[in-house]
């Protein structure tokens, strides 16, 4: 049976990463439409992109369940599933599939990404964040065990069908999206409607997770705004999406996977560790989680357990720290496809991956630098909160025991429309 090749029809994909090949310009055109769609739908902010999340995040639900029921009743399928719940205890020993599952984790729940903070800031003081953290949380892990099961019988069904052991038709990274899945798709009967079903479902995802992205870059930009100034958001939302248009064109080249690859490999799993580190060191032993549990009991009536602390404090930190160990202690370089990343694209890589957090540092550094006085004075004191520091709106900050602010909010809806934090 014939099997489309989607790596030399869709992408043209060259020898490697020295050679871009040129813009594949359906694939450009796709780009522009997403990002077209992607700045339509942030032009008014939460109120715009909140109501369109309502479809985004619930259809490929809807999908999955399809693709599941359909998936399971294939000549294989059992193959698959079982090569997915029965693990492999000599792959567990290494430090591989725990890295994996902690970048997964920190991708899906968009830990240290900035888009939860950013999201929470426009909910009501007394939101019971602590319930919403839990559902998300459970909600997200059981929908990654689903979604295996989806994947794994179709994949499964390609097995039996090829006469290709399931060990040699999996494939990790985007290859298994892009490539295997859908050759797999391709052998269904009315695979066009399947394969429809499956890349809008993709899209769908991939504009929920752009819109948080998005999202937390031009709210921290227009909240340093003066507010005299932050009329001009929607105008700040099409350079944004326009600049991710331009950043976006490398990945689109006909070499333009081995720098989707590159990317993927380095950008943000090293570093979103590092910045989920420092959360949890900032907050348990500068700022307090005696502190920090009082603020979350005067929004949600009452103080997390001690489970909270200790997660904070001591487990998560040890947990990631040795995830970071045990990673470089098993590097292995970036590959794609058995092709193997040039010394030069390697640098690249961890250029990438340490971008996003060697600002913490400096931004430090920066700090100290400008207070006045002996060093060590110069540290504790920026190690205290500012006067402005707390809820944004007056009467959420006598509640919280901050003083009211002569400039402070005192509407929900100012909250909103200025964009600061309640």
């Not at 298994?176 to 859908?182: G, K, N, Q, S």
């Not at 600049?243 to 979103?272: E, K």
Request: aromatic letters at 16%.
């Amino acid at each position: 049976m014939y099997v489309f090749n989607s790596s030399r029809y869709v992408h043209e994909i060259t020898d490697g990463i020295e050679t871009a090949g040129g813009l594949k310009w359906d694939l450009v055109g796709c780009l522009f439409l997403s990002w077209v769609v992607i700045f339509l739908c942030l032009l008014k902010g939460v109120k715009s992109s909140g109501k369109v999340v309502y479809f985004t995040a619930t259809f490929p639900y809807i999908i999955l369940i399809v693709l599941f029921f359909r998936g399971v009743t294939l000549d294989g399928a059992g193959d698959g599933i079982e090569f997915y719940i029965v693990p492999d205890v000599d792959i567990l020993a290494t430090s591989k599939p725990w890295k994996d599952a902690a970048v997964q984790i920190f991708y899906s729940l968009g830990v240290s990404f900035g888009g939860l903070m950013t999201m929470s800031s426009f909910n009501n003081f007394n939101n019971n964040c602590f319930r919403d953290a839990l559902v998300v949380a459970f909600t997200n892990c059981g929908t990654s065990v689903f979604a295996g099961f989806v994947i794994f019988s179709v994949l499964g069904f390609m097995s039996k069908t090829s006469g290709i052991p399931i060990e040699e038709v999996v494939a990790d990274g985007p290859g298994l999206a892009f490539i295997v899945y859908p050759e797999a798709l391709a052998l269904l009967p009315g695979s066009q409607i399947w394969a429809f079903l499956f890349f809008f479902m993709l899209f769908t995802l991939g504009l929920d997770s752009e819109f948080a992205m998005m999202e937390t870059v031009i709210s921290a930009i227009n909240d340093v705004l003066p507010p005299k100034q932050r009329k001009w958001k929607p105008l700040l939302t099409f350079v944004c999406c326009a600049l991710g248009f331009i950043l976006g064109l490398p990945c689109v080249t006909r070499g333009g996977m081995y720098v989707f690859q590159l990317m993927d490999w380095y950008s943000a799993g090293f570093s979103l560790m590092v910045i989920a580190i420092v959360f949890c060191c900032v907050i348990s032993y500068l700022y307090g989680t005696g502190r920090f549990l009082d603020e979350i009991k005067v929004m949600v009536g009452f103080r997390p357990r001690i489970y909270w602390r200790a997660c904070w404090m001591i487990v998560t930190p040890v947990l990631l720290i040795a995830i970071i160990v045990f990673t470089f202690v098993y590097y292995t370089p970036v590959t794609y496809s058995g092709y193997e990343y040039p010394v030069w694209a390697e640098v690249v890589g961890w250029i990438l991956s340490c971008s996003s957090f060697i600002v913490i540092p400096i931004y430090a550094a920066i700090a100290v630098y400008r207070e006045e006085g002996p060093i060590l004075s110069r540290i504790s004191m920026l190690m205290k909160p500012t006067e402005n520091w707390g809820p944004a709106l007056n009467v959420n900050r006598l509640k919280a025991g901050y003083q009211p602010m002569g400039d402070g909010l005192d509407t929900v809806s100012e909250k909103v429309n200025e964009g600061f934090v309640a």
